[in-house]
């Protein structure tokens, strides 16, 4: 059994990677902004961030802490350095000074990525400020005993009053109401469920360095909508394809294409990564 700590536990992805953490027989300890969290620490400040690490003392720090809207980010530049990078450089100063070993698992992004794709891991073209605190952090947890996932996730969201991107989608397709799906986008997600078993042999293994986690054969969001459409016996005639940058009241300027190639992480961890069609799959079967 090991001690894992996860940040932002009582979010998006949180929501489902700790309870499989714990079906695994791990012993977790939940950091987060609410409620159902075992600590409540402000991961900006250094004090507060190391008193919650010495009551836990993890073997294993799983980073889900982020701010996520991309916009936002791009007009509070200082509040995405707050969310984004300082906690990291919190826990790094926390496992520099503490007694034990301990290994840092870092959610990263897709969105370091743009041009033509899929991508490598060293061919990086940041947009906006989002992409560059999300690497400001990677390259924070550098310092440390680390891994970095550079990823995007799609599922069914278990926290109440949080939808995720295909909670939307799906809403959308069951109401009727018009919605506009990119052509112009490209991403390789993986389903959150992969996505968390896929965290849980990283505590095992505890690789070393920067690897992207995700689909192979990515495709743009409209396409995706139209699959995820067809999986779940849902018209289409709703979904409008346009393009992200005729997209009004978008403040920061999005990536193209995300998608990435994942063959160091396959290599490394000796495993295949699913299509992301089947991934849409499965997914359906979530929501019918």
């Not at 700590?5 to 939940?30: D, I």
């Not at 009551?55 to 916009?71: C, G, H, K, S, Y």
């Amino acid at each position: 059994m090991t001690n894992v700590l996860v940040t932002g536990a009582t979010g998006l992805l949180g929501g489902e990677l700790v309870p499989l953490l714990k079906r695994c027989g791990h012993n977790v300890t939940r950091l987060g902004r609410t409620l159902a969290a075992d600590f409540n620490p402000d991961l900006s400040n250094y004090e507060e961030t190391a008193r919650a690490l010495d009551q836990a003392r993890p073997e294993v720090i799983i980073n889900l802490m982020a701010l996520t809207n991309v916009d936002r980010c791009e007009t509070h530049p200082h509040e995405a350095y707050l969310q984004n990078v300082k906690p990291v450089e919190n826990l790094r100063a926390w496992m520099l000074a503490a007694d034990q070993p301990c290994h840092l698992i870092q959610i990263s992004s897709d969105q370091v990525y743009d041009g033509m794709g899929p991508h490598s891991e060293v061919e990086l073209t940041i947009r906006n400020q989002y992409a560059m605190s999300k690497l400001a952090a990677e390259l924070a947890a550098e310092a440390v005993p680390s891994t970095a996932l550079r990823t995007n996730f799609v599922g069914r969201s278990l926290r109440e009053g949080r939808k995720s991107f295909t909670d939307w989608l799906y809403g959308a397709l069951r109401g009727g109401e018009a919605i506009n799906v990119f052509d112009d986008v490209m991403f390789s997600p993986l389903r959150s469920h992969t996505l968390c078993s896929c965290i849980e042999r990283v505590i095992s293994d505890q690789p070393l360095g920067v690897f992207n986690l995700g689909s192979h054969d990515g495709m743009s969001k409209a396409d995706f909508a139209f699959a995820f459409a067809a999986a779940i016996g849902a018209p289409t005639t709703n979904l409008v394809r346009n393009n992200v940058s005729t997209a009004p009241n978008l403040v920061a300027r999005r990536p193209n294409d995300m998608r990435m190639q994942c063959e160091k992480f396959e290599t490394r961890m000796s495993l295949k990564l699913p299509r992301l069609i089947d991934e849409i799959h499965l997914l359906a079967h979530d929501y019918i």
